[in-house]
T-cell receptor, first 113, second 115 residues
Framework: EPEVTQTPSHQVTQMGQEVILRCVPI?????FYWYRQILGQKVEFLVS????????KSEIFDDQFSVERPDGSNFTLKIRSTKLEDSAMYFC???????????FGPGTRLTVL | AQSVTQLGSHVSVSEGALVLLRCNYS??????LFWYVQYPNQGLQLLLK??????LVKGINGFEAEFKKSETSFHLTKPSAHMSDAAEYFC?????????????FGQGTTLQVKP
C-alpha cells in the first residue's frame, strides 16, 4: 500500500542552524501539506502546496520557513534559523485529486537545543 | 472560520465497554470531517471520514461516527473497547473545498483502556 515517508525520523540541531525536513508523498498525489505538533498539543497546519506553489500558509509559517518540491518525488520543509520553540513533531501529508482525506507520514521529531 | 472542539482530553474505559469520544465542529460551509488515531511515537492514521454522503460512517477497527448537523457533532463510537484501542484520537475538519483544504484539528482525546 502506498504511503508517505519522511526523513529523518529524528533531527537534533543547535539554535540558529538551518534544517531541512524531507518528505516523499504518495506518487500520484497533487496536494501536499506540512503540519506540526508541539509535545502535548494539537496538530497545527503550517502550509499547503499545489502546482509548485504555496496554496495557503498559517501565521506560524513566517519568513524562516520555506517549502520546495525540488523534483517529482520530494517535498521539503526548510527552517532557516531554528529557534527553541521550533521543537516539535513535523508531519507531511498528501492527497490526490478528488480525495478528501490526507495521508500522513510518520513524522520527523525536531529537537532544537 | 472552522474550528473543532473535543470534549474530554482523557477518556478511560474498561475493556469490552462502549467507547464514546466527542467532537463538535464549527463551519460556515458544509464540512468534511475526519477522525485520526495516533499511536505512541507514530504518525496519524485515518479512522474514518464524512464527506457529505451517509451520515453514519463506518471506519477501521470497528469504529463509527455519526454526523449530526443539528448538533454540529461528529462523535466517535465503538461498541466494545479493546486494549489495542489505547491511543490519541483527533477529530478534524477540512476548511477548504475538498482537495485543497487544510485540516483543523481538535485538541485530541487520549483513550485509556483498562483490563
Amino acid at each position: 500500500e502506498p504511503e508517505v515517508t519522511q526523513t529523518p525520523s529524528h533531527q537534533v540541531t543547535q539554535m540558529g542552524q538551518e534544517v531541512i525536513l524531507r518528505c516523499v508523498p504518495i506518487s500520484n498525489h497533487l496536494y501536499f501539506y506540512w503540519y506540526r505538533q508541539i509535545l502535548g498539543q494539537k496538530v497545527e497546519f503550517l502550509v499547503s502546496f499545489y502546482n509548485n506553489e504555496i496554496s495557503e500558509k498559517s501565521e506560524i509559517f513566517d519568513d524562516q520557513f520555506s517549502v520546495e518540491r525540488p523534483d517529482g518525488s520530494n517535498f521539503t520543509l526548510k527552517i532557516r534559523s531554528t529557534k527553541l520553540e521550533d521543537s516539535a513533531m513535523y508531519f507531511c501529508a498528501s492527497n490526490g485529486w478528488g480525495g478528501h482525506e490526507q495521508f500522513f507520514g510518520p513524522g520527523t521529531r525536531l529537537t532544537v537545543l | 472560520a472552522q474550528s473543532v472542539t473535543q470534549l474530554g482530553s482523557h477518556v478511560s474505559v474498561s475493556e469490552g465497554a462502549l467507547v464514546l469520544l466527542r467532537c463538535n465542529y464549527s463551519s460556515s460551509v458544509p464540512p468534511y470531517l475526519f477522525w485520526y488515531v495516533q499511536y505512541p511515537n507514530q504518525g496519524l492514521q485515518l479512522l474514518l471520514k464524512y464527506t457529505s454522503a451517509a451520515t453514519l460512517v463506518k471506519g477501521i477497527n470497528g469504529f463509527e461516527a455519526e454526523f449530526k448537523k443539528s448538533e454540529t457533532s461528529f462523535h466517535l463510537t465503538k461498541p466494545s473497547a479493546h486494549m489495542s484501542d489505547a491511543a490519541e484520537y483527533f477529530c478534524a475538519v477540512s476548511a477548504g473545498s475538498g482537495n485543497t483544504g487544510k485540516l483543523i484539528f481538535g485538541q485530541g482525546t487520549t483513550l485509556q483502556v483498562k483490563p
